[in-house]
């Protein structure tokens, strides 16, 4: 779910590390560069790779409360490094700052943290599995079964996440090209969890269950400097299948697109180039923007032609790198829910 | 044409060098001391605002240490990490800079302009780097790199935390500011860390407001000086239109227009103001330099504000400075451009028109005296605010200047009648004869001569005041000054056995509303109760705070929440005591409320003493075995003269500036008043030459020239003295009160006033010298001529 990447390169640059993430497409000073044909090496794989230049955990859910009514979640932390490598206390390179959101059909919350590296107020430890930043945290014994915790000034979530499938990794063997100049990241996936839990609401505690779905990446140079803006789309089909797709939108008008079929079994099938297909419908003006957030998705080797809305349009994040995120609702020739996020929307 | 009519015009000046001379020179005066204190006033400003921008602590909620200034890091990831966003600050100094950590990743987004993102864009190898002003890194040592941002506070340099830590060899933290957005379900405070304490936004009381008083004072003196030059500006142009209404009737007898004409005499007015304005700006600018390291620590002392050490040429005040000036210019101007303009084209000229004393002017000002005066005292009665003792001051000295001449006129007149000899009759009304040219230099001797009175009534008032408080608050011998929880114990321990008495102070800040006040907890011992002189108190204070039912408040405090002996104060928030007594504590720029160690120990259980008054008789040995068995460091035990001497020193430091400007316009109005004379001096030959001519000598009427400057003199000082009383009471009573929160007991120093009495006729007299050097070498032909030539 390299999305973040271009919200970095796109939104970054005029928050708090401008001049650090300046020339992020471009240049990569020092910092390890992903290869292709990788060889993961778990569990230390799901802890951080300070060498790189970004990271994250990522996890969306689509929930389900007892009476009914969906609702999304959104919970990630990003590393980002201003020097590659690690240092001890405030002397490390490293900076986490996270994202946390609850989407109900008529109200959107999210929350944001920050912190250094190598003073212990964040950070991700791979065995057993412990992701934090303040009292927020993603952990576990290990990858499959994990506790999750995000608080905000007016909602929060404690879930748990139990995986009934195996990994999922995207491009080549976890190598996920990102442009036709060849910019690539490293890009594995967890979407076979299931997830229970509550919810912290103004209007109380709420019990919900339903599918969540873990994006891992991290790069350096993941991004060519033509590429303007990012829409992502995980979608679980009810028939059990997944597809994961992401357009990146070039200053040309054109677009890059790459995305790859999960099948019930959990076996990935990286698609071709392009074959992914999704146009905007409808927009919606929010935050001074007109974002789609309404999609036809065509996928025709799997036959696959589909409306994407969103459950609440008004999902946006106003953090200090906005963006759009929420749960959406699939219809047409399959049915199914999934999460999209949009970002460079200006 | 134009050319010619310009020469013309430009030869008065030739003529008159004098004239030139004070013109240019009133309006340099008037534009020098005015542009210089908005000079000043500007660069303290300036360095509020950046130090208030970069990290204002009031606008946020803080959590600081209960005890000493120390928050150890993990504490500081225990509360993260149980959900209480907060960022981490550090402070120190490194010799004379005060160094500032912060944590850009954490700090909230509303610190200061452009925030702290500005100053730490965390690039890679970005970290080792210190932010402070220009003036600050000249003579700065530091092994980092320093980049140079002009928006810092002077004094102080900021760095990322972790660089700060390393400069100042520490590994904690010295508070943390909450950030309004905290999250549900946030752990206690008390569970976490029981050894912090949350100190509320404080929305009151920043340092600009706080120092608004004393700019509004420099801003007082710059004005009065403004008004003292544009009087001699204002006569200047009188004398020097009447005197040309000879070459204005020819010219335009020559056919001249008169639109042209008066086109060309604004032209050359202004051009001249102009040159005298720009001198006023440099001058202001040389002043403002020369006052400025005075107005820097007078703000340090009084309100702990740090402003830059050097004027910078700011076009606020520069531009303000020629603005004002020539605004002067040309509203004295405009009356006499639209005489000309109505001048029938032969009138008479009469030189002395502009002279001669008119009733109707004496009577229009007088009547605008009494107006003033009447303001004056309903201000007196019912004025409120700073404001409002300014305006008051402001009527009562226009008022009392404007009612002079008549006042002079009236005393003249009595002379007049009294005197004997044909001589002394025609010196007399002579004299009277004078007063309208002389009045706006007499006004403005007056002016700056009650000005001196009343400020040197309220700052001896303030030094006696001062004395006598220091000697009451500074009476224990030693104070000591201890670092931890376990010196404190031993400390205390050590002088139970050793001292006469021992004044263990606890001191914290009260947890209540409004602008920051201390907490102080005494041991009421013999000390107290001997020393300590109240403004007002119930029955036996000490013994009502020594049993906790009472508190001690300072007068700033009683003033600022209104409350007076009786009233409940509230000490830690609901909780409150009544007034037990309120005292006098001059020079304190907060609030302070002392209650009994045991009672502030009740709400701050975590407070100790840190600080320790002794009374013993044998100082040099005390200290002595303080350091050698205790090993206390010798800079933590101070000696009661060396913190009088240190208190005297701030005290008079804040008053070098007043007794400069005070100097500066009395020089001011005596040279008003040698202009005068001067200008003058050319207008009275012929009334001088009958005198002459019936025999009495040019080297005795020069001494009668000088004889009435003096008499003058002396009949403004006598009007001066009430007049500088009634300031004095303004100042000690509405002034001080409303600026600084005290009111002092007015005393008098009758030997002050005699002696500004002599500097006041000397001021006279040597402002007369030359006038009458001049006319006792006028020749006798010059005399002469007078009854030669018809006018």
Redesign the interface.
Known sequence: MNAKLVLFLLVFPVTLWAQGFSGLGAQVDGFATPAPNPVFDFPEDHGPHPDFRIEWWYVTANLQGADGQDYGLQWTLFRTALAPGEAAGWRSPQVWFAHAAVTTPKAHFASERFARGGIGQAGVEAAPFHAWIDEWALSGADFDRLDLKARGADFGFDMTLDALGPLVFHGADGYSVKSREGQASYYYSQPFFDIEGKLILPEGTVPVSGKAWLDREWSSQPLSENQTGWDWFSLSFDDGAKLMGFLLRQNDGTTFSASTWITSEGEAVTLPADAFRAVALEKHRIAGREIPTSWQVTLPERGINVTVAALNPNSWMDLSIPYWEGPVRISGSHAGKGYLEMTGYE | MMGVCLTALLSHWWRNPIQLFAYLAGLALATALWSGVQAINAEARASYDAAAGLLDDGQFDQLLPRQGTSIP?EV??AL????W?VSPVIEGRLGKLRLLGI????APRGLGPGGP?RLL???????DRLFMAQSTAQGVDVDVAVTIDAGIAPGMAIA????T?RLLKRNDLSRLIILP??????VELAQIAPELRLQPAQQTADIGQLTDSFHLNLSAFGLLSFAVGLFIVHSTIGLAFEQRRGMIRTLRSLGVPLRGLITLIAVEMMLLAAVGAVAGVVAGYLIAGLLLPDVAATLRGLYGADIAGTIQLRRSWWLSGLLIALLGTAVALTGRLWQIAHMPLLASVRPRAWVMATDARFRLQSRGAVILLAGALVLALLGQGLVGGFALLGCLLIGAALILPKLAAVVITMFERNARSPLWQWFWADTKQQLPGLSLALMALLLAVSANIGVSTMVSSFRLTFVGFLDQRLAPELFVQVETAAQSAEVQAFLDKNATEVLPLLKTRARTVGPPTELYGVQVGPTYRENWVFLDAGRAPWDTVAAGLGAVVNEQFARRAGLWVGDRVAIDGDTTLPIAAVVGDYGNPSGQIVVSAQLLQTFHPGVIPMQFGVRTQNTLALRQSLQDTLGIPANAIVNQAAIKALSMQVFERTFTVTAALNALTLLVAGFAILMSLLTLADLRVPQLAPVWALGITRRYLGRLEVLRALALAAVVFVCAVPLGLALAWVLLSIINVEAFGWRLPMYLFPAEYLRLGVYSLGAALLAALWPALRLMRTPPSALLKVFANER
Not at chain 2, 121 to 127: K, M, R, T, W
């Open positions: 890091q500081y990831i993260r990490r149980a959900g966003v944590d850009p990743v954490t993102a864009s965390l690039e890679a190898g970005a970290g990322d935390i972790g660089v830590q957005q905290q999250p549900l379900g946030r």
